[in-house]
DNA sequence: CTCTTCTGGGTTTTT
DNA sequence: CCCAGAAGAG
């Protein structure tokens, strides 16, 4: 390939980016400016200009989406396999690292990545154990306390003993949790990244093996990187780095667990020479879209400046609406969502967003009635789901069957007669001769000193798992998952389950064995490759289970998408809802207190914006039912931080004389608001004339029916408040 | 010990 | 509202 194929297609900036001199860049790319084009075109450039070796280079991602996405378009623009490339989550490549040099990391072979629910189950089992009041410390604070801790690089030990009594307690939790999970050979998200990164400290060759092998380090969304990431990323790089880091100060989201936005300034100072670029030209939004986005951040203190801009169309004004409730909103927008499909859209262009996944059931709801196909991104994970998580702790007994997390989950799923009682003699015995609980079990069944109960309980699910193991023991995975799932009982226990829910995971077992079917061809990084060690592809399945949430769904026809703001990063439609845009829910509350969150929610909304392509919906809700009860929220700031020029209301605010909830239409709950744009012929920002007051502008307006007014602003006359009952108002335009 | 009912508490985003 | 844990009945 020569260098204008490499080049083709890039504007000024992206060129100067993709053939930028050896040494460090950092790129500021904003929303929609071709971030991942630069990336992928880095890559290209590397290889096939400068000569660099595929195995020298690796790229750095944040979600696996993104590190799929990736791939894929360098195996397109190379027209090579992208098997060999070292592109992958931080997460995945730590991953990577510690199975191949688990020695070295102090890690057993094995050893068992903990998900979030394993890791609050051993945190609740530890505070149990030590006596800690879970009704005054809560567990999932402790797991927050730790995380945040190794999110910062930080050990049990390193905590500063100090007299307060949030610092004692959770101390003590996170040293126990450190101890059992060193034991048991339990490794958490944050301790795949904390470990690897000590892994090189403390082995300088093996350090330096890899320094000389990634001549060229890409980052991806360099914005959200966490002081972990962060110090592993410099750490790797050593002193004669080359590191391409891409981000946008203006969409880090992730502040709240950790990612620090200053890392980007830190990049400058901390690796030599680094040569900045600014990506603003926007290919993906019409300028109205950009307009707003640029003066909603405007709203922010914090940031580095830029602006975006676009050669493209001005585009159709926002539309804003003001529902009555959620049931109204969605209601709306799933009509809306009709209207695009008539008029020769699909209903794969347009994305539903909202901040938080409470707020996808009544939006699913509406879809279904109106007959959408929808997805639904991130909320309840495959892989987390109950029965899920059952059937894979059978399959890593099988595999290992010192896991505890694996035993304590299913020791007594199905119900065998094994209660609180029978588990604590086990557990003791663990405890006391710090062994795992298979182990303790066998002891105790051999000593012979439990009650008969113990033996024959226990002892029937040990021999269960044995016969199991045999029994797979040539078994293809997906073979072993549907033996697993029949032999264990799990599938008759999960398939009697009360009403539709049995039968939703009963499928959902079905679906895991065809999962399990297709995933030998999915193995990014077959491990035994590199290391020529054995791995089952059991324990590799186990391990990608894991790391990746499964929220690739299947592709299947077109389909409207439904997920968070956070999950929409990165991706574009044509057509955008920003759905529940009322202050408390988003801003969220639990950002209200501090500015830099609120800044960050800001930032949130801006990625919510620039997701438009070409028309972008804000919809509200004066009453929302949440927690079971009726909520009235003021509409989002944000709406009102966008120039009124670029919106438009779809109805006239208001909130007085609508029908109190109890007596909606039984037909299907919706209510067609008692005002809206056809019926008074009136928006904000609307040209009128009056006969008295002569021609003005609609700049606000309040109530309903007989008693809704609304604000003009005359030319001549000031501003005045009219009641459209009374006063003659003409539109004009 | 298991199953059911009740109560109370918690609800942001994800690797 | 929805889930987890507690409490109560078989």
């Known amino acids: 390939m020569d260098v204008t194929s490499v080049l083709d297609g890039l504007n000024e900036r992206q060129r100067e980016a993709v053939t930028s001199p050896q040494g460090n860049s950092l790129v500021i790319a904003g929303a929609g400016s071709g971030k991942t084009r630069v990336l992928v075109h880095r890559v290209a450039w590397l290889i096939q200009i400068e000569g660099v070796s595929p195995n020298g280079l690796m790229a750095v991602t944040f979600t696996n989406k993104a590190a799929a996405e990736m791939r894929s378009r360098i195996e397109e623009l190379l027209n090579m396999s992208g098997q060999t490339l070292w592109v992958g989550t931080f997460h995945g490549l730590a991953h990577r690292l510690l199975r191949m040099h688990w020695q070295e990391a102090g890690l057993p072979q094995n050893f068992q990545i903990l998900d979030a629910d394993d890791q609050l189950r051993l945190v609740k089992r530890i505070m149990r154990d030590q006596g800690i009041d879970e009704q005054k410390w809560p567990a999932r604070q402790a797991v927050w306390f730790i995380n945040s801790q190794k999110d910062e690089g930080k050990r049990s030990k390193e905590i500063p003993v100090s007299d307060d009594l949030f610092q004692i307690t959770h101390k003590k939790i996170y040293e126990n949790y450190e101890r059992l999970c060193n034991q048991g050979g339990l490794v958490d998200f944050a301790e795949l990244l904390l470990r690897s990164h000590e892994l090189w400290l403390e082995n300088p060759s093996l350090l330096r093996h890899y320094q000389e092998r990634f001549q060229s380090i890409l980052v991806d969304e360099f914005q959200d990187t966490n002081t972990i990431q962060y110090a592993w990323l410099r750490v790797l790089a050593g002193d004669h780095s080359n590191v391409m880091a891409v981000g946008d100060d203006d969409q880090s989201i992730y502040g709240w667990r950790g990612a620090k936005m200053e890392n980007i300034h830190r990049f400058k100072e901390d690796f030599q020479k680094t040569m900045v670029i600014r990506l603003e030209q926007n290919y993906r939004s019409t300028a109205t879209v950009l307009k707003a986005a640029n003066a909603l951040i405007g709203n922010n203190q914090d940031r580095l400046g830029k602006e975006l801009w676009t050669d ?8 804003v609406y003001s529902a009555y409730n959620d049931l109204d909103e969605a209601r709306f927008i799933a009509e809306r969502v009709q209207a695009w499909i008539a008029t020769g859209g699909s209903s794969g262009e347009v994305a539903v967003l909202y901040r938080s996944n409470a707020q996808s059931r009544v939006l699913e709801e509406a879809m279904l009635r109106a007959q959408i196909p929808y997805r639904i991104y991130g909320g309840q994970r495959f892989f987390e789901r109950a029965e899920i998580k059952n059937a894979l702790s059978y399959m890593r007994l099988l595999h290992d069957r010192h896991s505890d997390p694996a035993f304590e989950r299913v020791i007594n799923i199905p119900t065998r007669g094994i209660g609180d009682k029978t588990l604590e003699a086990v557990r003791n015995q663990a405890r006391t001769q710090s062994v795992s609980l298979w182990k303790a079990a066998e002891d105790l069944i051999e000593m012979s000193s439990a009650g008969a109960r113990v033996t024959e309980k226990i002892g029937g699910f040990l021999r269960l798992i044995d016969m199991m193991r045999h029994e797979t023991h040539d078994m293809d995975l997906h073979e072993l998952a549907d033996y697993t799932i029949q032999k264990s009982g799990l599938m008759e226990f999960h398939g009697r389950e009360r009403g539709e829910r049995g039968l939703a995971r009963k499928e ?85 207190q501090e500015p830099g969150r609120m800044e960050e929610e800001r930032r949130l909304c801006y990625v919510g914006i620039t997701r438009a392509m070409q028309q972008l919906y804000l919809t509200y809700a004066e009453s929302r039912r949440m927690h079971g009860s009726d909520t ?30 109890k007596s909606v239409s039984p037909s299907g709950g919706s209510i067609r608001p008692l005002i809206d744009e056809a019926a008074i012929g009136l928006r904000m920002g609307q040209r009128v004339r009056h006969a008295k007051f002569g021609e003005g502008v609609v700049t606000q307006a309040e109530g309903s029916g007989e008693r809704a007014r609304v604000q003009i602003r005359f030319s001549n006359v000031g501003s005045k408040w009219l009641m459209l009952g009374i006063a003659k108002i003409e539109p004009l335009e």
């Open 632 to 661: 009235y929220n003021r509409p989002s700031r944000f709406i009102a931080e966008l120039p009124t020029e670029l919106l438009q209301q779809i109805r006239i605010k208001s909130s007085l004389g609508y029908p109190k909830k």
């Open 508 to 592: 959902n077992l079905e679906e895991l064995v065809s999962a399990c079917r297709e995933f030998s061809g999915e193995l990014v990084f077959p491990l035994g490759q590199e290391t020529g060690e054995e791995t089952t592809i059991l324990e590799e399945f186990l391990d990608q289970v894991v790391l990746d949430s499964g929220d690739r769904q299947a592709e299947g026809g077109p389909a409207l998408q439904m997920m968070t703001l956070h999950s929409a990063k990165g991706l574009e439609f044509p057509l955008v809802f920003l759905s529940g845009m009322e202050e408390g829910l988003f801003p969220h509350q639990m950002s209200a």
């Open 312 to 319: 493209g169309p001005e585009g159709e004004p926002i539309q």
